[in-house]
Nanobody
């Protein structure tokens, strides 16, 4: 049973933008903190942004000021707006909720 599905990854030039989306099942989304994680080549998966039900957000230092996490509680979706992307942002991005992971979406930043 698929509970989290990401979309929106792709290839972008340095300085560009992408918006990731994640659709969640009610059992995962409702009333829970949701987050985006990233796994870059040769590194462990790490949380880069999180958001509470009421919209309180927190970010990894590496993305502060460039990435914005948001959620639509009615649609049961979370988003990650990524601006000023650099090659260091290249990796697989995962949506996460309690007990569940999405399949990941690849983001490649390259000229």
């Amino acid at each position: 049973q698929v509970q989290l599905v990401e979309s929106g990854g792709g290839l972008v030039q340095p300085g560009g933008s992408l918006r990731l989306s994640c659709t969640a099942s009610s059992s995962i989304f409702d009333g829970n903190i949701m987050a985006w994680y990233r796994q870059t080549p040769g590194s462990q998966r790490e949380q880069i942004a999180g958001i509470t039900v009421r919209g309180t957000t927190h970010y990894h230092d590496s993305v502060k000021g460039r990435f914005t996490i948001s959620r639509d509680n009615a649609k049961k979706m979370i988003y990650l707006q990524m601006n000023y992307l650099s090659p260091a942002d290249t990796g697989v991005y995962y949506c996460h909720g309690p007990g569940a992971w999405g399949q990941g979406t690849q983001v490649t930043v390259s000229s």
